[in-house]
């Protein structure tokens, strides 16, 4: 148990519509990060949050955003969704320092119909 | 831009045999490398890293040497078991801008007893 929780751990839902998944980190850790994990893409970062603020956007679509509240859990905003968007949503977090280890979460399976 | 290339999968080996899987980057400055497992319906699991050049990182008889010269860091084990079955990434992060992982595209092994 790596300590990262994500809720919920499946997700089926229709094009067009919009998710919203979660993510607590481990205790002490400030820094959040999302990752999806697809056949075609393989494993890719997707936004970064540090201590309530973003920190970095990495292949993320327009139609996703997400955000880190005061007690440092986040969420991830899937709008407008699309077959393609069928993935596993990781979240990751750590203390936030350079080299620092990233302890990832179960992981969100989508599925778009 | 920064990236990493494993060795293709699938890999099948008997029980007790010796593990290589190669991993190669490609990174501006000094990256840390890390490996993770992936065991069938889980997240990530940080399997060992190494933050500079020489490191050897080790856990649970693996091992991987962080090669500047070669920008390699291969993982080797020397005898693996049935319970090694699992899908394994090469990660690189580097220590400019976001603390982003970087993800090979995995190497799924199978033990066969």
């Known amino acids: 148990d790596s300590g990262v929780t994500q809720t919920p751990k499946h997700l089926i839902t229709a094009t067009g519509q919009r998710v919203t998944l979660r993510c607590s980190p481990r205790?002490?850790?400030?820094?959040v990060y999302w990752y999806q994990q697809s056949l075609d893409q393989g494993l890719q970062f997707l936004i970064q949050?540090?201590?309530?603020?973003?920190?970095a956007k990495g292949n993320i679509l327009e139609r996703f955003s997400a955000q880190q509240f005061p007690d440092l859990h986040s969420e991830l905003n899937l709008s407008s969704l699309e077959l393609g968007d069928s993935a596993l949503y990781f979240c990751?977090?750590?203390?936030?320092?350079?080299?620092?280890?990233?302890?990832f979460g179960p992981g969100t399976r989508l599925l778009v119909l | 831009g920064d990236s990493v290339t494993q060795m293709e999968g699938p890999v099948t080996l008997s029980e007790e045999a010796f593990l290589t899987i190669n991993c190669t980057y490609t990174?501006?400055?000094?990256?840390?490398l890390f490996w993770y497992v992936q065991y069938p319906g889980e997240g990530l699991q940080l399997l060992l890293k190494a933050t500079k050049a020489d490191d050897k990182g080790s856990n649970k008889g693996f091992e991987a040497t962080y090669r500047k010269e070669t920008t390699s860091f291969h993982l080797e084990k020397g005898s693996v078991q049935v319970s090694d079955s699992a899908v394994y990434f090469c990660?690189?992060?580097?220590?400019?801008?976001?603390?982003?992982?970087?993800f090979g595209q995995g190497t799924r092994l199978t033990i066969n007893p």
């Open positions: 949050y540090y201590n309530g603020e973003e920190r």
């Open positions: 990174a501006t400055g000094y990256p840390s």
């Open positions: 990660a690189l992060s580097v220590p400019s801008g976001a603390q982003k992982l970087v």
């Open positions: 990751a977090s750590s203390v936030a320092g350079v080299g620092e280890t990233q302890y």
């Open positions: 205790s002490g850790d400030l820094s």
